[in-house]
């Protein structure tokens, strides 16, 4: 197998959302508005929590991004919802980034904690991946726990994150599509 890159730029996760990291058929990364870092400061097979892999990633915070303006008006914050699809983005990410074709869904999470919030006036989130399990044979599935941090503050925090690749033939007509 090549080697792997251990971090992305922005410019490289827009490839990716737009034609697959892999190229057509492989999992891709939302794009702007929907992407959810700004880069991959460190990807590994192994290392983290359960020694399996880490994904690193930030996100820059800028007052105007779009979420701020509507959600709440007059009482920015970035949506909960927001930070959890990151975490899942980049455990998707994992996988594909690992060679396993297919098209990322999330499934599930087993545990979500939000201690704190995101506002205009921050400068930086951090999302820390930890790799629980990596299944790559007929059913390809990751579980990690994910970590969301503000400023070095850690606000989120969500155990047994879920996300699975699918050919476009399983995700024909099924409820996942």
């Given at each position: 197998m090549?080697?792997?890159?251990?971090?992305?730029?922005?410019?490289?996760?827009?490839?990716?959302?737009?034609n697959g990291l892999?190229?057509?058929?492989t999992?891709?990364?939302?794009v702007?508005p929907m992407?959810?870092a700004?880069?991959?400061?460190h990807?590994?097979d192994e290392?983290?929590?359960?020694?399996?892999g880490q994904?690193?990633?930030?996100?820059d915070?800028k007052?105007?991004?779009?979420?701020?303006?509507c959600?709440?008006?007059?009482?920015?914050?970035?949506?909960g919802?927001?930070?959890?699809d990151?975490?899942w983005?980049?455990?998707?990410?994992f996988l594909?980034?690992?060679?396993?074709p297919g098209?990322?869904?999330?499934?599930?999470a087993g545990?979500?904690?939000?201690s704190?919030?995101?506002?205009p006036e921050n400068?930086?989130?951090?999302?820390?991946?930890d790799?629980?399990?990596a299944?790559?044979?007929k059913?390809?599935?990751a579980i990690?726990d994910g970590?969301?941090?503000?400023?070095?503050?850690?606000?989120?925090e969500?155990?047994?994150?879920?996300v699975?690749?699918?050919s476009?033939?399983q995700?024909?007509?099924?409820?996942?599509?």
């Open positions: 090549t080697e792997r890159p251990s971090s992305y730029s922005y410019e490289e996760l827009l490839e990716c959302g737009r892999r190229g057509p058929g999992a891709q990364l939302p702007p992407l959810m700004d880069r991959v400061t990807i590994s290392g983290g929590n359960y020694g399996k994904v690193v990633a930030e996100l915070i007052p105007d991004l779009w979420f701020f303006e959600h709440f008006p007059g009482d920015p914050v970035m949506p919802c927001l930070g959890l990151a975490l983005q980049l455990t998707g990410f594909t980034w690992g060679g396993s098209h990322g869904r999330a499934l599930g545990q979500v904690k939000f704190g919030q995101v506002r400068k930086l989130v951090r999302y820390e991946i790799i629980r399990r299944m790559r044979g059913l390809v599935l990690a970590t969301m941090f503000v400023d070095g503050h850690k606000i989120y969500a155990k047994d994150l879920r699975g690749l699918f476009q033939e995700l024909s007509g099924s409820v996942l599509g």
